[in-house]
């Protein structure tokens, strides 16, 4: 099965319409976010989270996903800022296994990894935003 037949999911679609998590993974993707327009080679990238580039083929910049445990994997969008749009970082969920973890522990592992890809930021990048060093 291609990634175009499986079921992308949010959290909001997981733990329902009143998510106390999904606000929380937005807002903190947001706050790292622009970190990620400094990584050059995204298969590195990839390959340093445990992950895996995939094609959407929807004008993401690049995809990856990560299998976080059997049947339950987390996919990363990115879009570049251009002229028109600031960048975005999206994530989506995936499985079949996916609704048998909660929310607040999708969150967690969410931004762990996303944690995970500033610190390769951090370490591949001569003068890293600061948000890395925090990480």
């Known amino acids: 099965m291609s990634l175009r037949d499986k079921k992308l999911i949010s959290l909001k679609e997981i733990e329902g319409p009143i998510s106390p998590h999904d606000g ?25 989270i445990g992950g895996e580039i995939v094609s959407l083929g929807l004008g993401e910049d690049w995809a990856m996903k990560k299998e ?11 879009n570049r800022a251009d002229e028109e749009f600031p960048s975005s970082l999206r994530a989506l969920y995936s499985g079949q296994r996916i609704k048998s973890i909660r929310g607040e522990d999708l969150a967690e592992l969410t931004i762990a990894c996303v944690n995970h890809m500033l610190r390769y930021v951090k370490e591949t990048v001569k003068d890293p935003p600061e948000i890395c060093t925090r990480v």
């Open 68 to 78: 976080i445990f059997p049947g339950i994997e987390i996919l990363f969008i990115y």
């Open 24 to 48: 929380f993974v937005k807002h903190e993707i947001d706050k790292r976010k622009e970190a990620l327009g400094y990584v050059d080679d995204v298969s590195r990238l990839a390959e340093y």
